[in-house]
Nanobody, 125 residues
């Protein structure tokens, strides 16, 4: 089993920045990729960004591309999401997820095996 704990959310004005962190514990050697998803009130959960734990390749949703950067620190089993130029529409509960599937860029939430509890990001206009 893998446990994921997110932190770093908060209230920020439009145009501001936040850095989210996700610390993994447990059987972290089984993790092939980690990702961030988000869910706004009344909307479905959507993919934001993913990173492979071996090689560090990344992939971003069009909605966040150019404004966010996903990175990892394998020594600390931590993944980060640096978010800049935040907009009110970025307001959501942000979830960290981990997948054991290797060799593919995965954006479907159903292929992620482990999920954190989420951290709230609120962007005021």
């Amino acid at each position: 089993q893998v446990q994921l704990v997110e932190s770093g959310g908060g209230l920020v004005q439009a145009g501001g920045s936040l850095r989210l962190s996700c610390v993994a514990s447990g059987r972290t050697s089984s993790i092939a990729a980690m990702a961030w998803f988000r869910q706004a009130p009344g909307k479905e959960r959507e993919f934001a960004a993913t990173i492979s734990m071996n090689g560090g390749s990344t992939y971003y949703a069009d909605s966040v591309k150019g404004r966010v950067t996903i990175s990892r620190d394998n020594t600390e089993n931590t993944v980060y999401l640096q978010m800049n130029s935040l907009k009110p529409e970025d307001t959501a509960l942000y979830y960290c997820a981990a997948s054991r599937v290797r060799g593919f860029t995965i954006i479907a939430g159903g292929l992620y095996d482990y999920w954190g509890q989420g951290t709230q990001v609120t962007v005021s206009s």
